[in-house]
């Protein structure tokens, strides 16, 4: 079984469970959540361009992305809200994940996105390492949940995210993308 479909039942079982009535409880985590998914992120080649990790936490979800091949310097790093990179342009990824429905940027006064994060720096060996929380996030489950009926995909840009051009911080092309995955 591929990872989308092995991805899309399980969040199918998890949906189930979050059908459940909490009795206003929200941050209380459904049955069978998932505590840990996973990107392998590709350029437009194909070529491995490292890996993505979640862990979900009582506050929100542990990301921890481990660039590699990429060209030196800042990259903007964000979740999209599908779980789709069709090369070579990756644009099947769709917009920023944004449950909540506001802006782009950390400096956007309406901001930010949830799927917003800051910039993956990387060094003249072509690797980097971003982690960050994601607060009030969900791997699945609930309002805010990253894996939905469509997924969510990892896309890192050509350049730096300017932290407050709506929709999408002026970074520029899409250079690699990783689907995200339930992982065991």
């Known amino acids: 079984m591929n990872k989308l479909a ?3 039942a399980m969040i199918a079982a998890a949906g189930l469970s979050g059908c459940m009535n909490t009795g206003g409880m929200s941050d209380i985590p459904p049955p069978n959540s998932v505590d840990f998914a996973r990107a392998d992120l590709a350029d437009a080649s194909g070529m491995d361009r490292g890996a993505v990790t979640f862990e979900q936490l009582d506050t929100g979800v542990r990301v921890v992305i481990e660039g590699r091949g990429l060209t030196p310097g800042a990259h903007g790093a964000h ?18 994940w944004n449950p909540m429905n506001r802006e782009h940027g950390r400096e956007n006064p309406a901001g930010q996105h949830m799927g917003d994060m800051p910039n993956l720096i990387v060094g003249q060996d072509g690797s980097g390492v971003l ?54």
């Open 79 to 96: 979740i999209h809200m599908t779980g789709s990179c069709v090369a070579p342009d990756f644009t099947s990824a769709g917009g920023h």
């Open 131 to 184: 982690e960050l929380v994601v607060e009030g996030a969900r791997i699945t489950g609930g309002t805010a949940a990253m894996l939905d009926g469509d997924g969510a995909a990892v896309v890192i840009h050509a350049g730096p995210d300017d932290y407050r051009t709506d929709p999408a911080g002026d970074a520029g092309s899409r250079v690699a993308c990783g689907e995200v995955y339930a992982a065991m």
């Open 6 to 8: 092995t991805a899309a």
